[in-house]
């Protein structure tokens, strides 16, 4: 009996000492989606396309190259579309919702969509408007 009793104190401690780190990471990981969208809008507003591009999502990059008819990185800080994301720098406030590996920025001026990719988020849509009750209208999205 005692023996059962020192184990379930000791499974509770380690509970208790386990959770708040695993609150803390999803904390980590939130705060990382809103590094992510600030990082990219930096990068458009730098005229670093190169590194725009290495924070959005494969399929973002190939529909980019595809309607712009030019590379990535030169469609993000050259043209209509980088004058448009320009257009919606995000304000230093930011709220972030997240579910799973998917994650919404809003700003005062931009909804952004990101996807979990390894420790990371990388963009899956931004300079999106909401169309209640439709599903969002972006300019910066995967076909």
Do not use: I, N
């Amino acid at each position: 009996m005692r023996t059962t009793t020192a184990r379930g104190a000791a499974l509770l401690l380690a509970t208790l000492l386990v959770t708040p780190c695993a609150a803390c990471a999803g904390t980590a990981r939130t705060a990382d989606a809103r590094d992510v969208v600030r990082d990219f809008y930096d990068a458009v507003d730098a005229g670093d396309g190169a590194r725009a591009c290495a924070l959005l999502t494969p399929g973002v990059v190939e529909t980019v190259e595809e309607d712009e008819g030019v590379a990535c990185a030169e469609a993000l800080v050259d043209g209509d579309l980088a004058d448009l994301l320009r257009s919606r720098a995000p304000a230093t406030d930011a709220q972030v919702t997240r579910a799973g590996g998917e994650a919404q920025v809003r700003t005062a001026l931009d909804t952004v969509f990101l996807t979990a990719s390894g420790t990371s988020w990388l963009v899956s849509a931004a300079s999106c408007d909401p169309r209640p009750p439709r599903p969002y209208d972006c300019d910066l999205e995967a076909a």
